[in-house]
T-cell receptor
């Protein structure tokens, strides 16, 4: 059963702590993405990676970091430098070999930092 | 900067009413266009997409959208909504110049009264 998994579904952290969100896909997609979803603001791109060992900053990369050591995995670390980390985080992937770039989304992780 | 505008933040309709959700984008070149839907507690999923050809595209669950290039619009329509259409709807655009980088609108929350 192909798809994208994100874990955990809910995550709670204290201010000042780094936290890593997991994203795994078994769709054999080349490209992977991280978005942040806040009420009334839609989805904003944090980082994306079009190929293993390469990634680019999105629109709101400050306070976040990523790695892409394997094709199927694209973990996101929310660092203590992120000023407003409480949000819903969505991971997505797409097959960059096609012209359509349709993105498939995971179920999301809701992060609460207090 | 490239952007996508969804002017209706929250739409409330009764069952069997007709639906039209507006979407406008700011990019003068060729684009790929999408509507995604997020049902309560579920993954973001693709509703329909436009790449080329017939500007009237049909998606799942009776939804359709019309691409009007001269108006930079891609409005979503459904002739008769059901309670199960309650969800958040996101318009998205991929400008050809941006490779796979997708730009989302802020979303429209649709509430259907039974």
């Amino acid at each position: 059963d192909g798809g994208i998994t994100q874990s955990p579904k809910y995550l709670f952290r204290k201010e000042g702590q780094n936290v890593t969100l997991s994203c795994e896909q078994n769709l054999n997609h080349d490209a992977m993405y991280w978005y942040r979803q806040d009420p009334g603001q839609g989805l904003r791109l944090i980082y994306y990676s079009q190929i293993v060992n390469d990634f680019q900053k999105g629109d709101i990369a400050e306070g976040y970091s990523v790695s892409r050591e394997k094709k199927e995995s694209f973990p996101l670390t929310v660092t203590s430098a992120q000023k407003n980390p409480t949000a819903f985080y969505l991971c997505a992937s797409s097959n960059s070999g096609t012209e359509t770039y349709e993105q498939y989304f995971g179920p999301g992780t809701r992060l609460t930092v207090t | 900067a490239q952007s996508v505008s969804q002017h209706n933040h929250h739409v409330i309709l009764s069952e069997a009413a007709s639906l039209e959700l507006g979407c406008n984008y700011s990019y003068g070149g060729t684009v790929n266009l999408f509507w995604y839907v997020q049902y309560p507690g579920q993954h973001l999923q693709l509703l329909l997409k436009y790449f080329s050809g017939d500007p009237l595209v049909k998606g799942i669950k009776g939804f359709e959208a019309e691409f009007i290039k001269s108006k930079f619009s891609f409005n979503l329509r459904k002739p008769s909504v059901q309670w199960s259409d309650t969800a958040e709807y996101f318009c998205a655009v991929i400008p050809y110049s941006s490779a796979s980088k997708i730009i989302f609108g802020s979303g429209t929350r649709l509430s259907i009264r039974p």
